[in-house]
């Protein structure tokens, strides 16, 4: 559960239960007491927290407050400076295709086609190609992309390059789906309809995923819990728990009043 | 490709076509109203009529296209090593810091050293042979294309090289997969410049002595004033460069083909 962060209870009964069973379960990634300093200047420190499997907690707060940093410590492209960041009961050492990242800019590669691109992890774990086609084929239907598997990176449009970062992530089977702000680059449409995505993926995937974004209502619309960041140099911040009527990719969820109090709430918070 | 692409590619392609004619069109004027002398800038049909003259008799006892081919033989042979062994390095030292310290001194010494300045050096170490005109070339191209494999391998951006970590790739799959084709654009951009000097530092290296090449002919015809034969060889050197760079930008595009396209 989580540490260092009060907790703050939903202003009215949850439509629907959090499931209790991700509560019992050991967590799938844990900070303890994690500090982090670029070149002796100090992020943040003492910053714990645990995500259940299955769960989706989703990152907010104001640029440069250490968002990024936090998932850059998670997909193990920066060590902890103090403390440590714990995958599976193991400290994370290094990347791995156990923790997916999906980045802002996609950064896919553009001399792949879609489908090798998709089955990238596929290819370096020394999968043989036919089985590597097959992959690319199932990951393009889960993220919508079926009959662009052999199109370039640069004849798709930017919604369509992150459903192929999304479904090259997916490929490899990630325990842990880190997003940093995916969706922040695209109009507001295909946002939404990602978004929803997600959540499909996630039911079907059953995969943790810890999402960065500085928009609230992202975070309320996918959220299980949001870490209110505001300030990590103390260590100490908000966690919200999100309740919000299964099926939680359903678009009417945008409008349901619990989610409209809880983005009130938080946009006080963050405020104040 | 739609009617707009095609209409802007063959206005490309005339004007590409009518500006090398406008201009011997103009040298051609020049010449007719004798307002140089023939000596000085022939008129294009005497260097044309010389052209012939070697083509059927060759040039010195030897025929124009043995010529050719001696020139093409050295800079084909001098090319393909020197970029190949050129871009290993420059991939080397972009992935490796050691290994660039110890290149970086003795290329960076070598780089700004003339090629003509080499000559006398070459002659002494390997005599006035094929080594020393393939050699001098051969390092010019490989100087080239280690520094631009070098900046192509840092042209890799930091989150393709993060993506391909998290998804489970070795260093030699980062390196073959991520990197290689970062810094293929380049590696293209600096074959096409490497070729140029390769055509230049030829003339030079034939400079060597020897008895065949077109930098042979040129030099032995301006010898002896024999300017149309001059410029005859220099139009052949000419178009070999205009053809290998158009087949070298040919295959970069195709090779290359998401350049630009981001
Ligand atoms: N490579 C870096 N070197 C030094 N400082 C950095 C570096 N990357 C980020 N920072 C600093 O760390 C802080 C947190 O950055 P980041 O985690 O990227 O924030 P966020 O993602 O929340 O916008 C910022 O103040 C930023 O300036
Ligand atoms: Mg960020």
């Known amino acids: ?272 | 490709m739609t009617a707009d692409e095609r209409r802007a590619r063959l206005r490309y392609l005339v004007v590409a076509t009518l500006s090398p004619l406008a201009i011997l069109g103009v040298w051609w004027l020049v010449a007719a109203r004798g307002l140089a002398s023939p000596i000085v800038l022939p008129p294009p049909s005497a260097i044309w009529a010389s052209f012939v003259d070697m083509a059927a008799n060759g040039y010195s006892g030897v025929s124009l296209w043995t010529h050719v081919g001696a020139s093409l033989a050295r800079v084909s042979v001098a090319f393909l090593g020197g970029a190949a062994l050129g871009v290993a390095l420059g991939l080397l030292r972009g992935r490796s810091r050691m290994i660039d310290a110890v290149l970086l001194a003795p290329s960076e010494l070598l780089r700004p050293i003339p090629p003509l300045g080499l000559i006398p050096l070459f002659i002494l170490w390997f005599g006035i042979g094929e080594t020393s005109k393939v050699l001098l070339i051969f390092l010019s191209v490989l100087l080239i294309m280690m520094v631009n494999a070098q900046a192509g391998v840092r042209a890799t951006s930091l989150d393709s090289l993060r993506a391909a970590e998290s998804m489970g790739a070795n260093r030699w799959q980062v390196f073959r997969f991520v990197v290689l084709p970062s810094a293929l654009p380049q590696v293209m951009t600096g074959l096409r410049v490497a070729m140029g000097t390769a055509l230049t530092i030829l003339v030079a290296s034939e400079l060597l002595g020897g008895d065949r090449g077109l930098g042979f002919l040129i030099l032995d015809a301006s010898s002896f004033f024999r300017t149309t034969y001059v410029f005859a060889g220099v139009a052949v050197i000419g178009l070999i460069g205009l053809a290998t760079d158009r087949a070298l930008a040919w295959a970069g595009r195709n090779i290359v083909h998401w350049e630009g396209r981001r």
Request: net charge positive; glycine share 8%; hydrophobic share 45%.
């Open chain 1, 1 to 272: 559960m989580i540490l260092a962060a009060r907790s703050v209870a939903p202003a009215e009964p949850a439509p629907t239960p959090p499931a209790p069973v991700v509560e019992t379960l050991p967590p799938v990634l844990k900070f303890e007491k994690v500090g982090f300093a670029y070149d002796g200047r100090t992020i943040m420190r003492d910053v714990s927290f645990s995500v259940a499997p299955g769960e989706l907690v989703c990152l907010l707060g104001p640029s440069g407050c250490g968002k990024t940093t936090i998932l850059n410590m998670v997909a193990g492209f920066l060590r902890p400076t103090e403390g440590a960041a714990i995958v599976d009961g193991r400290e994370i050492v290094g990347p791995g295709p156990d923790r997916g990242v999906v980045f802002q800019a996609a950064a896919l590669f553009d001399w792949m086609t879609v489908a090798e691109n998709i089955a990238f992890s596929q290819r370096c774990a020394g999968v043989r190609k036919a089985k590597r086609r097959e992959v690319a084929r199932e990951m393009a239907a889960l993220v919508g992309l079926t009959g662009f598997e052999d199109a370039y990176p640069y004849q798709l449009s930017g919604g369509m390059r992150q459903r192929v970062g999304l479904a090259r992530v997916l490929a490899s089977k990630p325990k842990v789906m880190l997003m940093d702000e995916p969706f922040s680059a695209l109009d507001v449409q295909t946002r939404e309809t990602l978004q929803e995505e997600v959540l499909r993926i996630r039911d079907r995937t059953g995969c943790t995923i810890l999402f960065v974004t500085h928009a609230i209502d992202e975070a309320v619309f996918l959220g299980d819990r949001i870490f209110l960041l505001n300030d990590l140099k103390t260590g100490a911040f908000d966690a919200f728990d999100v309740a919000l009527p299964a099926p939680r990719c359903s678009p009417e969820n945008r409008l349901h009043p619990s989610f409209l109090r809880l983005r009130e709430t938080i946009y006080r918070r963050m405020r104040h």
